[in-house]
Nanobody, 123 residues
Framework: QVQLEESGGGLVQAGGSLRLSCTASGNIASIYSMGWYRQAPGKQRELVARIFSGGSTNYRDSVKGRFIISRDNDKSTVYLHMNSLKPEDTAVYYC?????????????????WGQGTQVTVSS
């Protein structure tokens, strides 16, 4: 019912920048929030940043001051601007969206994950 299309991952050198994009489509009435999570090899998936409908944001401490999450509500798209990248940022980054589905969904709310995009930062 809801699809997430992620893009922007790649290989960059330490200190470089990258921008991830995620666009939501499908049976959506409204979106509460969109966010980015990441999972490194052998590690648990963790929150990177999330942005809510009112504009407030949450960031994990290790990315504060380096990453910026933004949202284009008209396009149902969330971006993650990653600056001053470090090797420890290497992970698969997953987009997540929650909100209210359109008519006929059978559910009151939805929560969907993207397939993930690889970010690799070389030292």
């Amino acid at each position: 019912q809801v699809q997430l299309e992620e893009s922007g991952g790649g290989l960059v050198q330490a200190g470089g920048s990258l921008r991830l994009s995620c666009t939501a489509s499908g049976n959506i009435a409204s979106i509460y929030s969109m966010g980015w999570y990441r999972q490194a090899p052998g590690k648990q998936r963790e929150l990177v940043a999330r942005i809510f409908s009112g504009g407030s944001t949450n960031y994990r401490d290790s990315v504060k001051g380096r990453f910026i999450i933004s949202r284009d509500n008209d396009k149902s798209t969330v971006y993650l601007h990653m600056n001053s990248l470090k090797p420890e940022d290497t992970a698969v980054y997953y987009c997540n969206v929650d909100g209210i589905p359109g008519r006929g969904s059978g559910n009151l709310v939805f929560n969907y994950w993207g397939q993930g995009t690889q970010v690799t930062v070389s030292s």
